[in-house]
């Protein structure tokens, strides 16, 4: 709901840009109607992939923490101190390994997501008035 909420918000922010709010001013922009709602469907879209993108990111650093809790319990029931070691460095190792890979996903999967978007966008034909590409770096 939140996610309809804040993309509603933001197709209205959009929408409602200074050339829009004042009527009488004229205005050399190109877009019409039709292409800032084409690019609210992008915008969509872009918001959607990155919102999956970020909830498979959130749900492997999860696995990667319950697979690592569960190396340490089984590492700390060795009474050998070399084993112990042994197995809570292999546990750290792979933890590391699967954040790792989890944000090398995220990332591209992030880009391909703006990627997408900017190639959407220009099918639209909307002036720059209406496209927030240039907030991609401003992205967590």
């Known amino acids: ?22 009527a009488s001013a004229t205005t050399t922009s190109s877009s019409t109607p039709a292409s800032a709602s084409c690019v609210a469907d992008v915008v969509e879209d ?25 190396a340490l319990e ?11 070691k042994k197995a809570v460095n292999a546990a750290w190792k792979a933890f590391k390994a699967d954040v790792k890979a989890a944000r090398a996903t995220l990332k591209k999967e992030r880009a391909a997501a703006w990627k997408e978007a900017k190639a959407d966008r220009k099918a639209c034909r909307a002036s ?3 496209d927030d590409a ?7």
């Open 128 to 130: 720059s008035d209406v």
């Open 134 to 140: 240039s907030n991609e770096k401003a992205e967590a």
């Open 74 to 84: 089984d590492a700390y029931e060795s009474s050998d101190k070399k084993d112990l």
């Open 1 to 22: 709901m939140n996610k309809y909420l804040i993309l509603s918000a933001f197709a209205l922010a959009v929408l409602i840009s200074p050339n829009a709010a004042d």
């Open 46 to 70: 872009r918001e959607e992939a990155l919102l999956a993108a970020w909830t498979k990111f959130a749900d492997a650093v999860k696995a990667a923490y319950t697979k690592r809790a569960d």
